[in-house]
């Protein structure tokens, strides 16, 4: 050791080279403790918090949410829904028609528990790359707003675009946001709906009958040429044509089980009180009855080349087996009623086409091959 000082000594690029050597290492190690510090200072300089502080106590004071979002040059649409006295939701735009409660769920968690992730950019300039340029500045930020009564706002938030990285390193949602009224952003933990229109919202439940329940199917009832499409039991699996004209055959089970079923299977586009329409005594007519004694009639009508219908239902003793109670039937009847009897229903193009299927459509001529 001392004959290896003593080289360094009388040796002086040597001894040069070994003290630039431990200045090298000690510049790197000083790097690394740097850096270190650096980022252990980035880490815990921000600590993830609530987007609004509090929010999440007050939800059940929520009574109005209202979703802006811009249609361009068209200006902005305003989605409002309203909680009644029950507790129930409604569009106010469409008379107070009832929403999709899990939506509305949804949305006042999603903006009660959304939680500011990470910091981004306060410079209003960069909010358009962001999605969070307002609407009203034909932007595509979603603004959504929580009031309770008349006029106090609970929360308002400008909500843009998902990220790449659509979830955090815990697996969690991510979303870039900004509290209305604000220039800085965030990157935030949380999800919530952001439909545009209206008819997004609305709650999907309509004609709930299960297919195993349907006994008869009439279309165009009470004309000279209804289409009468019906099965024995519930363990038929295929709807049969009744009264198929001499001389013709029907066009196959699929067809008509497409047919019996399509008001089943469906949703609808839009809905408006009932007072809305003039569904007169001679309109068309569909009748769907049941094997425990519901006769549900759906009256057709059509403003602006689209089908609206209009529905009642009745308990029918003839459905039901001689002796059997009617009072399920009657509570049945009684749900549908006040559930789709105030409104009428805008039904999709594909649905009304089926409903309005003539005897004609649904058969063919008879070919030699039928008689064989």
Same mark, same amino acid.
């Given at each position: 050791?001392?004959?290896?000082?003593? =080289?360094?000594?009388?040796?002086?690029?040597?001894?040069?080279?070994?003290?630039?050597?431990?200045?090298?290492?000690?510049?790197?190690?000083?790097?690394?403790?740097?850096?270190?510090?650096?980022?252990?200072?980035?880490?815990?300089?921000?600590?993830?918090?609530?987007?609004? #502080?509090?929010?999440?106590?007050?939800?059940?004071?929520?009574?109005?949410?209202?979703? =802006?979002?811009?249609?361009?040059?068209?200006?902005?649409?305003?989605?409002?829904?309203?909680?009644?006295?029950?507790?129930?939701?409604?569009?106010?735009?469409?008379?107070?028609?009832?929403?999709?409660?899990?939506?509305?769920?949804?949305?006042?968690?999603?903006?009660?528990?959304?939680?500011?992730?990470?910091?981004?950019?306060?410079?209003?300039?960069?909010?358009?790359?962001?999605?969070?340029?307002?609407?009203?500045?034909?932007?595509?930020?979603?603004?959504?707003?929580?009031?309770?009564?008349?006029?106090?706002?609970?929360?308002?938030?400008?909500?843009?675009?998902?990220?790449?990285?659509?979830?955090?390193?815990?697996?969690?949602?991510?979303?870039?946001?900004?509290?209305?009224? #604000?220039?800085?952003?965030?990157?935030?933990?949380?999800?919530?709906?952001?439909?545009?229109?209206?008819?997004?919202?609305?709650?999907?439940?309509?004609?709930?009958?299960?297919? #195993?329940?349907?006994?008869?199917?009439?279309?165009?009832?009470?004309?000279?040429?209804?289409?009468?499409?019906?099965?024995?039991?519930?363990?038929?699996?295929?709807?049969?044509? #009744?009264?198929?004209?001499?001389?013709?055959?029907?066009?196959?089970?699929?067809?008509?089980?497409?047919?019996?079923?399509?008001?089943?299977?469906?949703?609808?586009?839009?809905?408006?009180?009932?007072? =809305?329409?003039?569904?007169?005594?001679?309109?068309?007519?569909?009748?769907?009855? =049941?094997?425990?004694?519901?006769?549900?009639?759906?009256?057709?009508?059509?403003?602006?080349?689209?089908?609206?219908?209009?529905?009642?239902?009745?308990?029918?003793?003839?459905?039901?087996?001689?002796?059997?109670?009617?009072?399920?039937?009657?509570?049945?009847?009684?749900?549908?009623?006040?559930?789709?009897?105030?409104?009428?229903?805008?039904?999709?193009?594909?649905?009304?086409?089926?409903?309005?299927?003539?005897?004609?459509?649904?058969?063919?001529?008879?070919?030699?091959?039928?008689?064989?």
């Amino acid at each position: 050791m001392a004959a290896s000082l003593q =080289t360094l000594r009388e040796n002086k690029p040597l001894r040069n080279l070994a003290l630039l050597a431990a200045i090298t290492i000690i510049v790197v190690i000083a790097a690394i403790v740097a850096v270190a510090t650096d980022r252990s200072s980035v880490r815990t300089s921000f600590v993830p918090h609530p987007l609004f #502080e509090g929010l999440d106590s007050k939800l059940d004071r929520v009574d109005r949410i209202v979703y =802006t979002a811009s249609r361009g040059l068209s200006g902005e649409v305003k989605i409002v829904m309203l909680r009644g006295e029950d507790g129930a939701w409604g569009a106010e735009s469409r008379s107070g028609y009832p929403v999709n409660p899990e939506l509305v769920k949804k949305t006042l968690l999603g903006v009660g528990e959304m939680e500011a992730y990470e910091p981004r950019t306060a410079n209003p300039e960069w909010h358009r790359n962001l999605g969070l340029l307002a609407p009203e500045d034909i932007g595509s930020a979603v603004r959504v707003e929580f009031f309770s009564g008349n006029d106090e706002r609970l929360a308002g938030v400008l909500v843009g675009k998902v990220p790449e990285r659509a979830v955090d390193v815990k697996g969690e949602g991510v979303i870039y946001v900004r509290r209305d009224g #604000e220039d800085q952003t965030w990157l935030a933990r949380g999800r919530l709906p952001l439909l545009k229109t209206v008819s997004e919202w609305l709650d999907p439940t309509f004609v709930d009958i299960p297919r #195993e329940d349907v006994a008869r199917v009439t279309l165009w009832a009470d004309t000279d040429r209804p289409v009468i499409m019906s099965r024995g039991s519930p363990e038929e699996a295929n709807f049969a044509i #009744e009264n198929v004209p001499e001389g013709r055959v029907t066009r196959g089970a699929p067809v008509v089980n497409r047919v019996a079923t399509a008001l089943l299977d469906s949703g609808f586009d839009d809905v408006a009180p009932a007072d =809305t329409l003039d569904f007169p005594e001679t309109a068309p007519q569909v009748v769907v009855e =049941t094997f425990d004694g519901v006769k549900l009639t759906m009256r057709m009508g059509g403003q602006g080349g689209a089908l609206w219908a209009r529905f009642s239902a009745a308990a029918d003793a003839a459905l039901l087996p001689d002796g059997a109670d009617a009072s399920k039937a009657e509570a049945r009847a009684a749900a549908l009623n006040a559930r789709l009897g105030p409104w009428v229903y805008k039904l999709p193009q594909d649905v009304s086409s089926q409903l309005t299927q003539t005897m004609d459509i649904v058969t063919r001529e008879a070919g030699p091959a039928d008689f064989e």
